[in-house]
């Protein structure tokens, strides 16, 4: 059995079509490239470092890149071609991120490329096959193994389950996702009908191996007094993910420190860029 590039489903070695997508094989080559990989300067800067072999290739976001060798070719495409238009525009307009991703081919020998993601934090590698896979936060993708596909479809993504303009991703394929937290990272494995109730802003990642449930926090007094939102209820088996820094919480202290300066700004002459 292989992969189906464009879906993920296995398919058999000698299928021309995939019976789920209807892609044509013969057209879209399978993907089975094996990468080296190492994460440096945890757990506060960490930074990808993959080794990809000669012929291979690497999938990332956009702006991810911080290095590479002289002997790797960049093609720049859009999500479209990976989720279609619709599906690509609820990557970029609902979960924040760039319409573009970029495949780093190894030309004539193994190549070193790095790659890092904004949050200041840790980086971790998810695996990702027919029997488990990932529900993860969109704006934490850096970078993608061939054969794994992001699926925009699923409800947990286009309905918004998770609340607070946090979008979450459902993995599909076979193969190494990467994922940058905000802070360090928090693993928890849950035995079967072990629960842990997680914070959504501090919610990285969850394998599709487990039950959820979104709700807020208590009640509503709870809610608006106690200063959460909506907690989700994770029962076992399988991994939780945790990050250890809140981002709103993070904007709103920082707030603190600027805000004064911008709003005496914007009061006065404000702020003002390029030539009058």
Same mark, same amino acid.
Request: with cysteine.
């Given at each position: 059995?292989? *992969?189906?590039?464009?879906? &993920?489903?296995? /398919?058999?070695?000698?299928?021309?079509?995939?019976?789920?997508?209807?892609?044509?094989?013969?057209?879209?080559?399978?993907?089975?490239?094996?990468?080296?990989?190492?994460?440096?300067?945890?757990?506060?800067?960490?930074?990808?470092?993959?080794?990809?072999?000669?012929?291979?290739? $690497?999938?990332?976001?956009?702006?991810? *890149? $911080?290095?590479?060798?002289?002997?790797? !070719?960049?093609?720049?495409?859009?999500?479209?071609?990976?989720?279609?238009?619709?599906?690509?525009?609820?990557?970029?307009?609902?979960?924040?991120?760039?319409?573009?991703?970029?495949?780093?081919?190894?030309?004539?020998?193994?190549?070193?490329?790095?790659?890092?993601?904004?949050? +200041?934090?840790?980086?971790?590698?998810?695996?990702?096959?027919?029997?488990? &896979?990932?529900?993860?936060?969109?704006?934490?993708?850096?970078?993608?193994?061939?054969? /794994?596909?992001?699926?925009?479809?699923?409800?947990?993504?286009?309905?918004? +389950?998770?609340?607070?303009?946090?979008?979450?991703?459902?993995?599909?394929?076979?193969?190494?996702?990467?994922?940058?937290?905000?802070?360090?990272?928090?693993?928890?494995?849950?035995?079967?009908? !072990?629960?842990?109730?997680?914070?959504?802003?501090?919610?990285?990642?969850?394998?599709?191996?487990?039950?959820?449930?979104?709700?807020?926090?208590?009640?509503?007094?709870?809610? *608006?007094?106690?200063?959460?939102? *909506?907690?989700?209820?994770?029962? &076992?088996?399988?991994?939780?993910?945790?990050?250890?820094?809140?981002?709103?919480?993070?904007?709103?202290?920082?707030?603190?420190? $600027?805000?004064?300066?911008?709003?005496?700004?914007?009061?006065?002459?404000?702020?003002?860029?390029?030539?009058?």
């Amino acid at each position: 059995m292989s *992969l189906c590039p464009n879906c &993920g489903v296995a /398919v058999d070695l000698d299928a021309k079509f995939c019976r789920t997508c209807g892609a044509k094989l013969t057209e879209i080559p399978i993907r089975t490239t094996q990468i080296k990989y190492d994460i440096k300067y945890r757990p506060s800067y960490s930074l990808l470092e993959v080794l990809v072999p000669s012929g291979g290739f $690497i999938t990332a976001e956009a702006g991810a *890149l $911080i290095y590479m060798t002289g002997n790797v !070719e960049v093609k720049t495409h859009t999500r479209v071609e990976q989720s279609g238009l619709l599906g690509a525009l609820k990557v970029s307009v609902l979960g924040g991120e760039t319409l573009f991703i970029n495949d780093y081919y190894a030309k004539g020998g193994e190549a070193k490329i790095g790659f890092v993601s904004a949050p +200041l934090g840790d980086i971790t590698r998810l695996e990702i096959n027919q029997n488990k &896979g990932y529900i993860v936060q969109s704006s934490a993708y850096i970078a993608s193994t061939p054969n /794994v596909k992001l699926d925009t479809q699923w409800q947990g993504f286009t309905k918004g +389950l998770f609340g607070q303009n946090l979008f979450m991703i459902k993995t599909l394929g076979e193969g190494d996702i990467f994922i940058n937290t905000f802070g360090a990272i928090d693993k928890h494995d849950l035995g079967q009908g !072990e629960k842990l109730i997680v914070d959504n802003y501090h919610l990285a990642a969850l394998s599709t191996t487990c039950q959820y449930q979104v709700r807020m926090f208590g009640g509503l007094k709870s809610t *608006l007094l106690g200063g959460e939102g *909506l907690v989700t209820e994770v029962v &076992g088996p399988g991994e939780v993910y945790v990050q250890t820094k809140n981002p709103r919480e993070f904007a709103d202290w920082l707030w603190k420190y $600027i805000g004064p300066k911008v709003q005496s700004a914007q009061g006065g002459k404000g702020f003002h860029f390029g030539p009058r």
